[in-house]
């Protein structure tokens, strides 16, 4: 059974950039039909989604934060990674992981972590 | 961006029957259907359907999910209290990727 693991700083500053990297276990990220999405969820809201990257190393993102996010993967450590540029403190959010077989419907998460955007 | 449109809650008696709706477009429920999420205060969320009504392994048999046009439900019969949380959908959109709906809060009485 796969798992996911997010994890990066907690914190960061008003116009830097957020990188969160989600650890892949249980299996191989660059095996199977899968996608490896980002979905943020901003305190007391619901789910965004921001992108996701498939197992060819094609890539889709979310079109209202395109131009500030880039979804990669690193098959040697069998990780993926997630840079999101220019933050302000309404990219504050709970940044999960997740991956799926299709891009709607994502069935292993991550526990999430917890990215605060303030100076 | 536009989303699916859920209702913000629902409350329903203990061991009745919750129906709660997304509705959506021809780009998204309407072309693909939608797939369903059950989370928890303080947890990630669950898939509990996708593709309509496939449920995942371990998922209650007292779950059905269905579409009709562009609206999808998920229909939860029996409701224990374990049922209360947040209910989301999600799609994939021809034109926006995936898209959820705003989540409804289910509160069983």
């Known amino acids: 059974q796969v798992q996911l693991q997010e994890s990066g700083p907690g914190l960061v500053k008003p116009s830097q950039t957020l990188s969160l990297t989600c650890t892949v276990s249980?299996?191989?990220?660059?095996?199977?039909?899968?996608?490896w999405s980002w979905i943020r969820q901003p305190p007391g809201k619901g789910l965004e989604w921001i992108g996701y990257i498939y197992y060819s190393g094609s890539t889709y993102y979310n079109p209202s934060l395109k131009s500030r996010v880039t979804i990669s993967v690193d098959t040697s450590k069998n990780q993926f990674s997630l840079k999101l540029s220019s933050v302000t403190a309404a990219d504050t959010a709970v940044y999960y992981c997740?991956?799926?077989?299709?891009?709607?419907?994502?069935?292993?998460w991550g526990q999430g972590t917890t990215v605060t955007v303030s100076s | 961006q536009a989303g699916l449109t859920q209702p913000p809650s629902v409350s329903k008696g203990l061991r009745q029957t919750a129906t709660l709706t997304c509705t959506g477009n021809?780009?998204?429920?309407?072309?693909?259907?939608a797939a369903w999420l059950q989370q928890h205060q303080g947890h990630p969320p669950k898939l509990l359907s996708y593709?309509?009504?496939n449920r995942p392994s371990g998922i209650s048999e007292r779950l059905s999910a269905s579409r009709s046009g562009n609206t999808a439900s998920l229909t939860i019969t029996g409701l224990q209290p374990e049922d209360e949380a947040d209910y989301y959908c999600s799609a994939w959109d021809s034109s926006l990727g995936v898209v959820f709906g705003g989540g409804t809060k289910l509160t069983v009485l």
């Open positions: 249980g299996g191989s990220i660059s095996s199977g039909d899968y996608y």
């Open positions: 997740a991956s799926s077989i299709s891009p709607a419907s994502m069935d292993v």
């Open positions: 021809s780009n998204n429920v309407g072309n693909q259907g």
């Open positions: 593709r309509n009504n």
